[in-house]
């Protein structure tokens, strides 16, 4: 079976993004709202490194390329729990950009993967997410509106527009006035919210 296609993404983040929403929802009726509860294992070493666990589900994109204001991040890994521990090994933290800590038993369970392996790790953070999602599904891209809250109650509303095709998400973006905005990652915006820092390890 082949891998997902890598996708051209552009992402805002504010407080007052609804406008956007509206914009949208003018072009393409949205999706029906979705909550999730999601954790996001952030790493000080690396920000193109997109890994949380949703639905029980192991979830990793990886930032491959830049070309301009876009990124574009390809999905390389969505694997239930218990987790084997090769994925572990070969996926999980060369993603994040951190050596695997020792590796104890063939697999483990979502518990025993954050409270053995992630929790203890020095270049690793958790951060807990509640998120209210709207999709637009046009010809061309599928864009986002979302409302983020992590553990702290700190919350940020988000609009994304994505395309396997560049000049698709750059029209798009033009066309809803977002040109002005800033081109910011789930990852790097989370490190903002609570706080984690990137560094380079000699």
């Known amino acids: 079976m082949s891998s997902p296609p890598a996708r051209f993404e552009f992402r805002v983040w504010g407080n007052r993004l609804s406008a956007y929403h509206d914009r949208l929802a003018a072009i393409s009726p949205p999706s029906e709202p979705r909550k999730s509860a999601e954790t996001y294992i952030l790493s000080r070493t690396t920000d193109t490194a997109n890994v949380k666990i949703r639905d029980s589900l192991m979830d990793i994109k990886l930032m491959v390329e ?11 890994l969505k694997a239930e729990f218990p987790l084997d521990s090769r994925a572990i090994v070969e996926q999980v933290f060369p993603g994040l950009a951190v050596a695997p800590p020792h590796i104890a038993q063939p697999s483990y369970t979502h518990d025993e993967f954050l409270r053995d392996l992630v929790q203890p790790h020095r270049e690793l953070e958790l951060a807990d997410v509640v998120k209210f999602r709207r999709r637009f599904d046009f010809k061309d891209y599928s864009a986002e ?58």
């Open 66 to 76: 830049q070309v301009g204001r876009l990124e574009r991040w390809r999905p390389v």
């Open 145 to 202: 509106f979302a409302e983020v809250e992590i553990a702290d109650g700190s919350k940020a509303e988000t609009v994304e527009i994505e395309s396997d095709d560049p000049a698709t998400v750059l029209r798009a973006i033009a066309k809803l006035g977002l040109n002005s905005q800033a081109n910011i990652s789930y990852v790097r915006h989370l490190k903002m919210m609570t706080g984690v820092t990137l560094h380079t390890v000699a």
